[in-house]
C-alpha cells in the first residue's frame, strides 16, 4: 500500500508564497521519479515540477524561476516551494510519481492553494 499525503495549501494574495509538503508511506521517493501535479477547476491534470532519483528537477515554464522542489530523504518527505504566486497558480496540488505509476488508490487528497486578492 503505497499512501501520499499533500499538506501546506492555503489562502494567499497575489505575489505571496507557500511551502507544499508531501508525505510517503510504502514507496521510497529517492528511488523514484516524483512529481507534483496540480488540477484548477475545468482543466486538466499538469504536471508541475519533478525530481529524478538522483535529483536532476523539471519545471513547467509556467512556474519556472518561481518554484522549487526539493526532497529530505531521511522523512521522506518532497516539498514544493512556491514564490510570487499568482491567480493562475490556482489549483488542487497532489504528489505523485512522474509519471503516474502507482494505483489510483495512492493519490492523495491533494491541498489546495488559492491565490487571490
Known amino acids: 500500500q503505497v499512501q501520499l499525503v499533500e499538506s501546506g495549501g492555503g489562502l494567499v494574495q497575489p505575489g505571496g508564497s507557500l511551502r507544499l509538503s508531501c508525505g510517503g508511506s510504502g514507496i521510497i521517493f529517492s528511488r523514484n521519479t516524483m512529481g507534483w501535479y496540480r488540477q484548477a477547476p475545468g482543466k486538466q491534470r499538469e504536471l508541475v515540477a519533478t525530481m529524478s532519483s538522483g535529483g536532476s528537477t523539471f519545471y513547467v515554464d509556467s512556474v519556472k524561476g518561481r518554484f522549487m522542489i526539493s526532497r529530505d530523504n531521511a522523512k521522506n518527505t518532497m516539498y514544493l516551494e512556491m514564490n510570487s504566486l499568482k491567480a493562475e497558480d490556482t489549483a488542487l496540488y497532489s504528489c505523485?510519481?512522474?509519471?503516474?505509476?502507482?494505483?489510483?488508490?495512492?493519490w492523495g487528497q491533494g491541498t489546495q492553494v488559492t491565490v487571490t486578492s
Open positions: 505523485n510519481t512522474a509519471p503516474p505509476r502507482l494505483p489510483s488508490t495512492s
